[in-house]
């Protein structure tokens, strides 16, 4: 079975722009997470979407945004880019999508702001 | 608000010394523990997890970790660690809070085993 699939890998933006970043999860996984992985602040969660809506969220502000297609597919919009966005975005799927069962990690995206 | 503390960042040991990762989390209620592993250049993998039942959970690779609910804790451990399990370690826990579930990760750990 393919793995976690992100893409683009690495993006470059400036402040102001907005980006989109999108997952393929494994095939018959229904639940998807994104994650913000910096050096100071760890992993934090930012949402999951389970069969197309957002069932969780975490305190992220609303310029982070996200949805889920109906083939599991998701994709993650950070709009008005800020220096402090730059960071490791990572996306996750799980088969059940209750609790968290076991989650299964992509590679990530480094978004770096300038 | 949930949290959750590693208190080792950086852990330096010897090959089959023996390993003890600090986690604690603090909330309330009733919660799911996880401890995820990355090696160096990989992604992010599950090494065990705790739902209910016996505190000691066995993971991959001879990783335990043992949940004191009294204490907070689910600390990880390997009797005798090898030059492979330089990785950095991440504790999770999965709780309700207001509505909704929620995944707080600690910080991280990384170890680097000497050989």
């Known amino acids: 079975k393919a793995g976690v699939t992100q893409t683009p890998r690495y993006l470059i933006k400036t402040r102001g722009q907005q980006v989109t970043l999108s997952c393929s999860p494994i095939?018959?996984?229904?639940?998807v997470s994104w994650y913000q992985q910096t050096p100071g602040q760890g992993l934090q969660f930012l949402f999951e979407y389970f069969s197309e809506t957002q069932r969780n969220k975490g305190n992220f502000p609303g310029r982070f945004s996200g949805r889920q297609f109906s083939n599991s597919r998701s994709e993650m919009n950070v709009s008005t880019l800020e220096l402090g966005d730059s960071a490791l975005y990572l996306c996750?799927?799980?088969?059940?999508?209750?609790?968290?069962?076991?989650?299964?990690f992509g590679p990530g995206t480094r978004l770096t702001v300038t | 608000a949930q949290s959750v503390s590693q208190h080792n960042h950086h852990v330096i040991l010897s090959e089959a010394a023996s390993l003890e990762l600090g986690c604690n989390y603090s909330?309330?209620?009733?919660?799911?523990l996880f401890w995820y592993v990355q090696y160096p250049g990989q992604h992010l993998q599950l090494l065990l997890k705790?739902?209910?039942?016996?505190?000691l959970v066995k993971g991959i690779k001879g990783f335990e970790a043992e949940f004191i609910k009294s204490k907070f804790s689910f600390n990880l451990r390997k009797p005798s660690v090898q030059w492979s399990d330089t990785a950095e370690y991440f504790c999770a826990v999965n709780a309700n809070s207001g509505g909704y579930q929620k995944v707080t990760f600690g910080i991280g750990t990384k170890l680097q085993v000497i050989p």
């Open positions: 705790y739902f209910s039942g016996d505190p």
């Open positions: 909330y309330g209620g009733t919660v799911n």
């Open positions: 095939s018959g996984h229904r639940s």
């Open positions: 996750a799927s799980s088969l059940e999508g209750q609790n968290f069962y076991e989650q299964y």
